[in-house]
């Protein structure tokens, strides 16, 4: 057609074929799960590639095609840890961006998240246009939180716990962080729920902190934590 000028295609916005953000769901609740997928599936340069309803459906998806550009998880699935799904399949596909997607929205959770290498955080009770303006920020490579997490995450910043003393140097952050909670009064369900951990995690990393510190039982540990100033919302 002599003299007609076609549109130029606008620039992609992800890696996959023709700017199409292509995204995989990992959530062990059917119901939130499949509205998600409806809610994505019906925005334009969105298609849902893939779902897993457990830990380890998760780790096959993320890590078993190539084409997801960005993955939604949940912290709580039935079978373990979104956390540890998130480590595990970066460490595989380093490229993917992932949002966390969970109802969690306390410190920990958001801490233990980021240091996974998620790029995103919302709570499930998120607008769909806020789920939509994250699923697209990620595709592109920026970090986002939604504003309920973002205000704490600063807060939590601003309050200088980052540069306050950290007892027992020989533990690694994540026994410091279980060891906190139990000091705090939390049983080892009570403590998965806050860091998105499955119950069988938190039951082993506690055995750690006990032989890394020579400690006999919980009640000792928590004695011990206490002393050392963990524990500071103890119930």
Same mark, same amino acid.
């Given at each position: 057609?002599?003299?007609?000028?076609?549109p130029?295609?606008?620039?992609?916005t992800?890696?996959?074929? *023709?700017?199409?953000?292509?995204?995989?769901?990992?959530?062990?609740?059917?119901?939130?799960?499949?509205?998600?997928?409806a809610?994505?599936?019906?925005l334009p340069?969105?298609?849902?590639?893939?779902?897993?309803?457990?830990a380890?459906? *998760?780790?096959?998806?993320?890590?078993g095609?190539d084409?997801?550009?960005?993955?939604?998880?949940?912290?709580?699935?039935?079978?373990?840890?979104?956390?540890?799904?998130?480590?595990?399949v970066?460490?595989? !596909?380093? *490229? &993917?961006r992932?949002?966390?997607?969970?109802?969690?929205?306390?410190?920990?959770?958001?801490? %233990?998240?980021?240091?996974?290498?998620a790029?995103?955080?919302? &709570?499930?009770?998120?607008?769909?246009?806020?789920?939509?303006? %994250?699923?697209?920020?990620?595709?592109?490579?920026?970090?986002i939180?939604?504003?309920?997490?973002?205000?704490?995450?600063?807060a939590?910043?601003?309050?200088?716990?980052?540069?306050?003393?950290?007892p027992?140097p020989?533990?690694?952050d994540?026994?410091?962080?279980?060891?906190?909670?139990?000091?705090?009064?939390?049983d080892?369900?009570?403590?998965? !729920?806050?860091?998105?951990?499955?119950?069988?995690?938190?039951?082993?990393?506690?055995?750690?902190?006990l032989?890394k510190?020579?400690?006999?039982? !919980?009640?000792?540990a928590?004695?011990?934590?206490? %002393?050392?100033?963990?524990?500071?919302?103890?119930?």
């Amino acid at each position: 057609m002599s003299g007609s000028t076609m549109p130029a295609a606008p620039p992609p916005t992800s890696g996959s074929p *023709g700017g199409v953000v292509s995204v995989a769901l990992v959530d062990d609740h059917p119901v939130f799960r499949i509205g998600l997928a409806a809610l994505l599936g019906s925005l334009p340069g969105v298609v849902v590639v893939g779902q897993a309803a457990s830990a380890a459906e *998760g780790r096959a998806l993320l890590t078993g095609r190539d084409d997801v550009d960005v993955a939604l998880v949940d912290l709580d699935l039935g079978d373990g840890s979104g956390v540890d799904v998130i480590r595990d399949v970066l460490r595989v !596909r380093p *490229g &993917l961006r992932v949002l966390v997607v969970t109802m969690h929205d306390d410190d920990g959770a958001v801490v %233990a998240s980021v240091r996974a290498g998620a790029r995103g955080y919302l &709570l499930k009770s998120a607008p769909p246009d806020a789920v939509e303006r %994250a699923v697209r920020a990620a595709a592109a490579g920026e970090m986002i939180l939604s504003p309920q997490v973002a205000e704490r995450a600063m807060a939590y910043v601003l309050g200088g716990r980052t540069a306050a003393r950290v007892p027992f140097p020989q533990l690694t952050d994540r026994e410091r962080e279980v060891l906190d909670l139990v000091a705090a009064g939390l049983d080892n369900t009570g403590v998965a !729920r806050r860091l998105g951990l499955s119950t069988k995690t938190v039951r082993n990393v506690l055995a750690t902190v006990l032989a890394k510190l020579a400690l006999r039982d !919980r009640a000792a540990a928590i004695a011990r934590a206490r %002393a050392e100033g963990l524990g500071g919302d103890a119930i």
